[in-house]
């Protein structure tokens, strides 16, 4: 989800992003991909934005990746095989803390071959940068700040003040997803207010998430169940509850999808018809299950 989101601001808001990375507020448009295959491209978290005049190139990682090298020279050369007269940006953004010597990698070589790009740590960049853009306020938390809560919270403010209810939205599920890599959960809720995110593309998207994947485990284990009572019981009583099971189940992992993108325990019962005390039940025995 946190590759999702920051391709979705680097593609929404172009022009922040350009002030940003190219020092000149360039609206950019979004290459496609395919347009750039020998073989298929599958980093979640690469885009490429480009102008008539430059291509920005950038790749968001939340982690170090000795990869990251040998695969900024390969989009190098994809880009000058489409586009051998214009100019290329090319930029790695780390997003967390890191002290790997690999977040500081910002050369390719290979006998006589070498290749530069540039390197962004977010964490060293000055936290005013990102509150000058609506674009940027997003990363705002994960910036130099010595004081994450604080700056969040002056964040949250300033995603109040915005009049454009869709970017108003969009911005603040943005916030709240990529805030969960400095923050708590219980500061994020606090601080920024469920209902403006309720309109977002995100927030949409991870109901989208949440209603496909649910759907898809619930007719499982439904079908499955179904299958076996049917051998007892009768087909058809085996089915029903088969079926109820299985929308349970729907219900279920669409409110943890939304639990872990940190939207509040009553919006959630709102979307989904469970009741408060459902959801805070389901919460308490996520937050139980060991993590990878």
Known sequence: MIDNVCKFLAESYSSDF????????????????????????????????????????????????????????DYRLRLYRKYPERK?????????????????????SLEELRHKFNVIRLWEQPTAIFQQYQGLLPFATLSQTI???????????????????????????STAIISGIALSKEIIKRLLRSDIMKESVIYQE?????????????LAEGKARGLAEGKAKGLAEGKAKGLAKGKAEERNQIALNMLRSNITVDVIAQVTGLTVKQVQKLSAKNSQKPKN
């Open 18 to 73: 350009a002030s940003w990375l190219l020092g000149k507020p360039i609206t950019l448009t979004k290459i496609e991909q395919s347009e750039l295959a020998v073989e298929p491209i599958r980093a979640d978290s690469v885009i490429f934005l480009e102008s008539a005049e430059i291509i920005l190139h950038i790749e968001f990682q939340t982690e170090p990746n000795q990869n990251i090298p040998f695969r900024m020279t």
């Open 88 to 108: 290329v940006h090319q930029v790695v953004i780390y997003l967390s803390p890191s002290k790997s010597p690999l977040v500081h990698e910002t050369t390719f």
């Open 147 to 173: 004081a994450p809560e604080e700056t969040l919270r002056q964040v949250a403010r300033q995603i109040e003040n915005i009049t454009d209810k869709q970017l108003q939205s969009n911005v603040a599920a």
């Open 206 to 218: 991870i109901l989208h998430e949440g209603l496909a994947e649910g759907k898809a485990r619930g």
